[in-house]
C-alpha cells in the first residue's frame, strides 16, 4: 500500500519547504496592502494574516508530530494536542511566574507555597517545555502502549488527553482556569531590540516562529529517512512480522510516541509567545481533532502532508468563520469527504493526478509508435 | 439528639441521595454506551457520531413532545435517531469496511462537527427548557429519602426494562446469536451465508435507536445544549474501556461504576468539581494497569 520513499536529495526536499516558509506570509489569502503600525511602511501583505502564516506554523508542528505517530507508525493518536498544552502552559507559566497559596486543584495545601519569579529565557522555558511534554508522554506511553493498539489505542489516548483539558481548567489557582494564562510578555532574543518580536506586525515573530519550525522539520526529515523511521514503517506495515526480525516492537512505539510528543510541545512553546496568552482549549479534543484532520487533508503518507493539510485547514477555517458562525461544519465536511473519497489526501491527489499524465503521455507515444508500425509495450 | 448524631444522619442522607443521582446517571450511561459497544463490538466501528445521535434524541424528543405527548415523543424520537444511523451507514461509513477501523472514527468525528453545528443552526446556543409533564414532575417519600418521580423511578425503570429487552434479544434470538458470532468472527458468518452488511446496518440501527432513547429520556433530566454530545461522548469511550469492548454486561457494569463514582466524589468538600471531571479517567487508568482489556473484555479483540 505504501510506496517506498522517493530517492529525492534531501537538501532539494527541505530547501523546497524553506522557500515554501519564506512566501507563506505572501500566499494568505487577501493579501492586500498593509501599514506597518511600528514604521509606517507599507507592506506587501495584510498583518493579520502574517499572524495566521504563524499559526499555521505551530499547527504544522503538532501535525508532523501527530503524523510521526498514525502516518509513520500506523498509529492514531487522538489526543496529541495534550502536549501542545503541556508546552503552552509549561513555558506561559515559566515566563509569567505563579504563587500558588492555600489551595491547587481544589486541594489544600496548608502553609506550602508554589512560587516562581517571571524569567526572560526563551532557552529555558524551551527545554523545560519540551522536558515535560516527554516525560508526561513517556510515562502515558508506558501506561497505554503495550495495553492497547489500533482504535482501543485511539479511543484511550482521546481519553487521555481530557486528563490534561481537565486539570488545566480546574487548576485555576495555577493555570487560570477557563480564562488561562494571560499577559505573557514576549521574550528578548540576545542580540536583538528588547521588543524585536513584536516588530513589524508581526512579520518578526513569523520569521523566529519559521526559523525554528525549519530546524524541528528537518530533525523530524532526518528522524523518518533514519534506520529508525525504517522500523516504524515496518512496525506499520506489519508488526507481527517486525517483531519476528527481533525488533522490539513497544519499544520502537514507546519512543515514537516521546519523540511525537516533542513537535506539539514545541509547537506549544512557540504558540504561547506568539498569542501571549494560553487557555485549556489547547489541550481539548477539538485541537486534537483538528490536527487529525489536518494531516489527513495534506496526505499522511507524504512527508510534507500534514503541513499542506494545516495551511488547507487554517485557510478553509479562516474563510468560513467570515461567513458564518456554524464554521466547524465546514472542515468537517471537507473532512468527511476527503476520508471517503480521498484517505490520501491532497498529496495523493496530487500522485494519482501525475500518474495519470504519465500513463497519458505513454499512451500517446505508444499510439504513435504503434501508428508507425512499432513493437509495443504491452 | 446530639449535634455528632445529627451530623451523622445528615452525611447519610447525602450519600443516600448521591447513590440515588449515580444510579440514574449510570442508567444513561449504560444505554449510551451499550449501543456503542454493540456497535464497536461486531463492526468494529467507533461511532464518534454516537454522542451526536444522543444529543439529537434528545432535540427531537423536545420538538415532537408538544404533537404527539410525552411517552409517544420519546418513543418517536429514538425511533427516528435509529432509522437516521440506519441511513447514515448504510451512506457513509459503509464504503470503509474495507478500510483499516481507524477511518470509521475519523469519518464519524467529520459528522459529529457538522450535527453539532446542525444543531446549533436549528435550535440555537442556548440551553432548551425541560418538559416534564405535572404528573412525573412531583417526588416520592421513600423512608426519608424525597425521590424525584421521573428522574430516579421512571427512568430507572424504563432502562432496566430495555436492557432486559436488549438482554433478550441478543441471548435469545437468532438476530442476537449472529450478533454474538459476528463479534468473535464477522468473516466466518459472512461465509455461513449470513448477509452482513444488512445485520450491521440493522445493528448500526438498534445502537443509534438506543442513543436516541437516551438522549429523550435525559432531555427532561440535564440540560439540552449543543455540547451535549461532547461530553457525552469521550465519557461513553471511557465506559467502553473500562467495561470492555463488545461486552453486555462490561457495558452494564461500566456504566454503573462510572456513574456512582461521578457521583459520590462530589461529596468530597472543595475538590468536588474536579473529581467529578478527572474520576472517569482515573478509573479507566487503574482498569489499564490492572485488566488492560476492560473488566468484561475478550482477550485479543481488536488487537
Sequence with gaps: MMKAPPAAKWWIDLGLIAAAFAILPFLMPGGSLDLNPFTGHRLPFHAGFVDLATTI????????????????????????????????????????????????????????????????????????????????????????????????????????????????????????????????????????????LSQSGGLHMYLFAA????????????????????????????????????????????NAFVLSALFPALGGWLWTYFQQAINPDAGSVDYSGRVVMMSLLGGIHSFVGPMIGAFVYWDIQNSASQVTRFWPAAPGAVFVVFVLAAPEGINGLVESLRTALRRRSFNETARETEDAGGEVLP | MPAAALNARLVL????????????????????????????????????????????????????????????????????????????ESSLIRPLYRRLPEYTLLLTYGAALIFEQFVRWKWGDISLPSQTPSYLAGSITLGSFEVPLYKDVFLVGITILILIGVWLLINKTNVGMIIRAGTRDAEMVRILGVNMPLMFTLVFGIGSFMAGLAGALAAPVYAIIPTLASQWIILTFVIVIVGGIGSFWGAVVGGLIIGMVQSMVELIPNLGPTMIDLSGFMIMAIILLIRPRGIFGVEGLFE
Excluded at chain 1, 153 to 159: D, E, V
Excluded at chain 2, 26 to 44: K, S
Design chain 2, 13 to 88: 442522607h447525602q450519600v443516600g441521595d448521591q447513590i440515588i443521582n449515580g444510579l440514574t446517571l449510570g442508567m444513561l450511561y449504560i444505554l449510551v454506551a451499550l449501543g456503542l459497544n454493540i456497535i464497536l463490538g461486531l463492526m468494529g466501528v467507533v461511532n464518534f457520531s454516537h454522542g451526536s445521535f444522543f444529543m439529537l434524541g434528545a432535540y427531537v424528543a423536545h420538538d415532537l413532545q408538544p404533537h404527539l405527548g410525552f411517552w409517544p415523543a420519546i418513543f418517536f424520537a429514538a425511533l427516528v435517531i435509529g432509522v437516521f444511523g440506519m441511513l447514515f
Design chain 1, 211 to 254: 526559523l525554528i519550525t525549519f530546524v524541528a522539520v528537518a530533525f523530524n526529515y532526518w528522524v523518518v529517512r533514519s534506520p529508525f523511521g525504517s522500523v516504524l514503517h515496518a512496525l506499520r506495515e506489519n508488526r507481527q512480522r517486525a517483531r519476528f526480525l527481533g525488533y522490539d516492537a513497544n519499544k520502537y512505539r514507546v
Design chain 1, 57 to 196: 506554523l505551530a499547527f504544522s508542528l503538532l501535525a508532523l508530530g501527530f503524523n510521526l505517530l498514525f502516518g509513520h507508525s500506523g498509529e492514531l493518536s487522538f489526543g496529541h494536542a495534550m502536549f501542545f498544552a503541556i508546552g503552552a502552559y509549561v513555558s506561559a507559566l515559566f515566563s509569567k511566574g505563579f504563587n500558588v497559596t492555600g489551595t491547587l486543584c481544589g486541594v489544600g495545601i496548608g502553609s506550602l507555597q508554589l512560587h516562581h519569579d517571571a524569567v526572560n529565557n526563551l532557552w529555558i522555558s524551551l527545554i523545560l517545555s519540551l522536558g515535560l511534554a516527554a516525560l508526561s508522554a513517556w510515562l502515558l506511553a508506558r501506561l497505554i502502549v503495550p495495553r492497547s493498539s489500533g482504535i482501543y489505542y485511539a479511543m484511550i489516548t482521546l481519553a487521555s488527553a481530557q486528563v490534561i483539558y481537565f486539570l488545566a481548567f480546574h487548576c485555576s489557582e495555577l493555570s487560570g482556569g477557563e480564562d488561562g494564562v494571560q499577559g505573557v510578555a514576549r521574550p528578548s532574543l540576545p542580540g536583538f531590540p528588547v521588543d524585536w
